[in-house]
Structure formats: C-alpha cells, structure tokens
C-alpha cells in the first residue's frame, strides 16, 4: 500500500504544480510581462502597484480600469494571474479581466472572471457594453486568497480562446480593429460598498501566441 500512497502524493504535486502554472506555456516570444516588482510596467497612472501586486481598490469606487500606456499587441496571448476578495455579498460579485483590443478607454474587448465563477466576454464599443457570451467555470477557484489564471488567445484566424486555470470556456470568432492597440486590466464590484476591497493581480504576460 505505500507505493499507492507514495504515488498518490505525487499525483497531487503534479497536479497542483500545474494549476499553479496555468499560464505557463504560452506560444511565441514575449510582448510584455510585469510581475510587478516595482512601478515600472508603463501603467497609466492609475495603476497602484504594491510589490509583489497590481491592487485595484473597489468600494464607493465600484470600476477599476487600467491599459498599458508604453506596449501593444494584437494578435497575442495574454494570461493573467489574480486573486478575487471576498464577495461582499450573494448578490454583489466582485469580477477581474483583461482588456485587449483597446483603441482607448472607450473601446475595447473584455474578458472578466466574478467571484461566482461566471467567464464572461464583452465588447466596449462607443463607451456602452455589449455582453458577447457568458459561461460558468467549474475551473474557478473559489476559496479565500486562491489564485485564478485567466487566458485569451487572440489568433490570426480571427478567434478569441478563453481559458480558466488551464481549462477551455469558449473559442469565439471575432474581428480586431484596426492601427495600434492596448492591453490591460479592469476590477469591479456590482454595487458600490462602504469597505474597501483589493483585487490583486500579481502578474501580467503577452506573448506572440501562433
């Protein structure tokens, strides 16, 4: 019985080795990367960074939304890892995403993940939302301080894969605007609260992808 136990402890180091590295693997060279360890990731000024995290501070302010103001991408692989606060009720979720194909604050792709597990894709467009496909995850973390890595691969044959912590939640075909576009990172809170509350994002990868 002990080389069963044996292995079953090795199984379960491999398996949480690669949930923790879910955005490992990503195709092509490096665009950009920040595991912020100092202020230097060319942010707008917005962004607070308290090494080793990217904190967006939700409460009476229920909208964080930061774009990278010194790098692009297009077509790419963007992953994030981030850790969600407690939801601070049933019906008010706390969500964290990438936004890419930014032409600017009010245009733009969205992916975010909420605190119930929901994935979702929205297009900003003329600064109104548009909700483009909504899926529930079981691949979501839910218990305090887990780590969520969230994936969207925008590839040249016009499709965006998203992923949760390494598993599929939809391929979905979609057409880049045109010139040069940004990349970053929204936080929200449903519904304005008096405590304040911290999404962590601690840290950022665009490669080439495909």
């Known amino acids: 019985m002990r080389w069963m136990a044996v292995g079953l402890i090795l199984a379960l180091q491999a398996a949480a080795c690669g949930a923790a590295a879910a955005c490992e693997g990503q195709a092509g060279s490096v665009i950009f990367e920040d595991t912020f360890a100092d202020d230097s990731g060319g942010w707008d000024t917005s962004a607070v960074v308290k090494p080793p995290n990217l904190v967006m ?3 009476k302010t229920q909208v964080v939304q930061i774009e990278n103001l010194t790098f692009e991408a297009t077509f790419a692989d963007y992953c994030i890892d981030f850790v969600l606060p407690t939801s601070p009720a049933p019906d008010n979720t706390v969500t964290a995403g990438i936004i890419l194909w930014a032409q600017n604050y009010d245009n733009y792709y969205l992916v975010m993940v909420a605190s119930n597990g929901n994935v979702g894709l929205y297009k900003k467009s003329a600064a109104v939302f ?3 496909v909504q899926a529930t995850s079981p691949a979501f973390k839910a218990e305090p301080d887990a780590v969520n890595s969230l994936r969207v691969l925008a590839s040249k044959d016009g499709k965006l894969t998203i992923s949760l912590n390494g598993t ?4 979905i075909r979609a057409q880049a605007p045109q010139g040069a576009l940004r990349f970053g990172l929204m936080g929200q809170v ?3 609260i008096d405590t304040n509350i911290d999404v962590r994002v601690k840290a950022y990868k665009v490669t ?3």
């Not at 599929?168 to 391929?171: I, S």
């Open 190 to 192: 449903d519904k304005p």
């Open 57 to 59: 501070t939700l409460g």
């Open 208 to 210: 080439a992808g495909n």
């Open 130 to 132: 548009t909700t483009v």
């Open 168 to 171: 599929p939640v939809k391929a």
